[in-house]
């Protein structure tokens, strides 16, 4: 039972990517799906999210417009596109599968993840 994140790399400044969140012995379209990223000295990062039940997405401020979270349930695979990327954007990204969203002061987080991906580096140069 496992979450397998791949699709990092390096890419320029103003270009894309996409990742993507493979789950193994479990269904993935039962869960809430997270990404998050951590970036080297910062504190992890939940950015884009997708409810299991009504497929609503959510996005941190600073992802907003640039990410899109989406899901194929015949693949049992999320994905996260990310679009004009910028050097901040540079992490260790990781899915992880929860229960629910949810939402507090400073954006949105997992309830209670069960699952997590092992990280994908993305690096973005000026």
């Known amino acids: 039972v496992q979450l397998q994140a791949s699709g990092g790399g390096l890419v320029q400044a103003g270009g894309s990517l996409r990742l993507s969140c493979v789950a193994s012995?479990?269904?993935?379209?039962?869960?809430?799906i997270g990404w998050f990223r951590q970036a080297p000295g910062k504190e992890r990062e939940g950015h884009s999210f997708?409810?299991?039940?009504?497929?609503?997405?959510y996005y941190a401020d600073s992802v907003k417009g640039r990410f899109t979270i989406s899901r194929d349930n015949a693949k049992n695979t999320v994905y996260l596109q990310m679009n004009s990327l910028k050097p901040e954007d540079t992490a260790v990204y990781y899915c992880?599968?929860?229960?629910?969203?949810?939402?507090?002061?400073?954006?949105?987080?997992?309830?209670?993840?069960?699952?997590w991906g092992q990280g994908t580096q993305v690096t973005v140069s000026s």
């Open positions: 997708l409810s299991s039940s009504s497929g609503s997405t």
């Open positions: 012995g479990f269904t993935l379209d039962y869960y809430a």
């Open positions: 992880a599968a929860g229960r629910a969203i949810t939402y507090y002061s400073g954006g949105y987080n997992l309830i209670d993840p069960e699952y």
